[in-house]
């Protein structure tokens, strides 16, 4: 438990950085060149830490099933349905239903154990749970101010969590 | 309403990525499937530069070198959130990346890092950040 909550703030800090980071290189280059950058160089880095910790086992890769190659594509769909989002709605109310809709899916991908991943059974606390946070979300996204463009919370998301 | 359909789906695929990497790295390995899943995402997103000729590759040069650094991270992002997803499930491990990702950005605007505009902060958005916290409490009641 504990272990797996500092994880987690492990990668949501490196997320709000590495979001910062891509959203200066995509203002210059675009989303699809930074895209394929950020891609890249994630899967570098990942090969790399890889080979480090587990040497030639890296490249043993049995069970693999046929839809695994193309898991890609759902990061190509984070792009497009983020920067068309962000365009047409503006960045506060684009990212709030972003990740306000990454919050119901996360319940609902528990709840009915998709993909074969372990059911964590639905409870009314649980829901009341993601309604709270998602209130957070709004309240804090809402107040942060709309003029600033150029914030943190604000640009665009060209991540690939 | 189609940009609210656009960031709806956002959320959904994101999510979707996370479920994705875990399930594939209970067959191959977390690293196996970080690698894979981002190779598979470049090539995809070449051929698309390739379609869409939106390639401005010299513009890399025009951005300080570590920002384009940032891909890099993703390796240990995906670590993180894929072995978080197997010891807490899909709903806590979102919530607390969503969490501590918000208020680090909400840290670095009101601290101005990174060349950023300043920011003030103001009281609803620490009562926000209060409420998100108080909802992850109550996830895990």
Redesign the interface.
């Known amino acids: 438990?504990i272990?797996?909550?500092m994880?987690?703030?492990?990668?949501?800090?490196?997320?709000?950085?590495?979001?910062?980071?891509?959203s200066?290189?995509s203002e210059?280059?675009?989303?699809?060149?930074t895209?394929?950058?950020?891609?890249?160089?994630?899967?570098?880095?990942?090969?790399?830490?890889?080979l480090l910790?587990?040497g030639k086992?890296?490249f043993?890769?049995?069970?693999?099933?046929l839809w695994?190659?193309?898991?890609?594509?759902?990061?190509?769909?984070?792009?497009?349905?983020?920067v068309?989002?962000?365009?047409?709605?503006g960045p506060t109310?684009?990212?709030s239903?972003?990740?306000?809709?990454?919050?119901?899916?996360?319940?609902l991908?528990?709840s009915f154990g998709?993909?074969?991943?372990?059911k964590?059974p639905f409870t009314p606390?649980?829901l009341?749970?993601?309604?709270?946070?998602?209130?957070?979300?709004?309240?804090?996204?809402?107040?942060?101010?709309r003029q600033?463009a150029?914030?943190?919370?604000t640009t665009e998301?060209a991540?690939?969590? | 309403m189609k940009g609210s359909l656009f960031a709806l789906l956002a959320g959904a695929f994101i999510t979707l990525q996370g479920v994705a990497n875990s399930r594939i790295s209970q067959d191959i390995g977390t690293w196996q499937a970080a690698a894979l899943t981002q190779l598979t995402g470049f090539v995809m997103a070449l051929l698309i530069l390739l379609v869409v000729r939106d390639g401005r590759w010299q513009a890399f040069r025009q951005v300080k070198p570590i920002y384009l650094t940032g891909g890099a991270f993703a390796a240990v992002i995906i670590f993180g959130n894929v072995t978080a997803i197997h010891h807490m499930g899909v709903t806590f491990t979102i919530s607390a990346v969503l969490i501590a990702q918000l208020c680090l950005t909400f840290w670095i605007d009101a601290r101005g890092w990174f060349g950023l505009e300043k920011r003030r902060i103001r009281l609803p958005q620490l009562i926000g950040i209060g409420m998100m916290v108080a909802g992850v409490v109550i996830l895990k009641l």
Request: no cysteine; glycine share 16%; hydrophobic share 60%.
């Open positions: 438990m272990a797996g909550l994880l987690a703030i492990t990668a949501g800090s490196l997320v709000g950085i590495q979001t910062i980071f891509n200066k290189v210059r280059a675009g989303s699809w060149a895209t394929a950058l950020v891609l890249g160089l994630g899967f570098a880095a990942s090969l790399v830490l890889g910790f587990e086992g890296m043993v890769l049995h069970d693999m099933q695994y190659w193309f898991s890609g594509v759902i990061g190509v769909g984070v792009v497009i349905s983020l068309n989002g962000i365009r047409l709605l109310l684009g990212v239903i972003m990740l306000s809709s990454q919050l119901g899916f996360a319940l991908w528990d998709w993909l074969g991943l372990e964590v606390a649980k009341l749970g993601v309604l709270i946070i998602v209130g957070g979300i709004v309240l804090f996204k809402w107040s942060g101010g600033a150029k914030s943190a919370e998301f991540e690939s969590t």
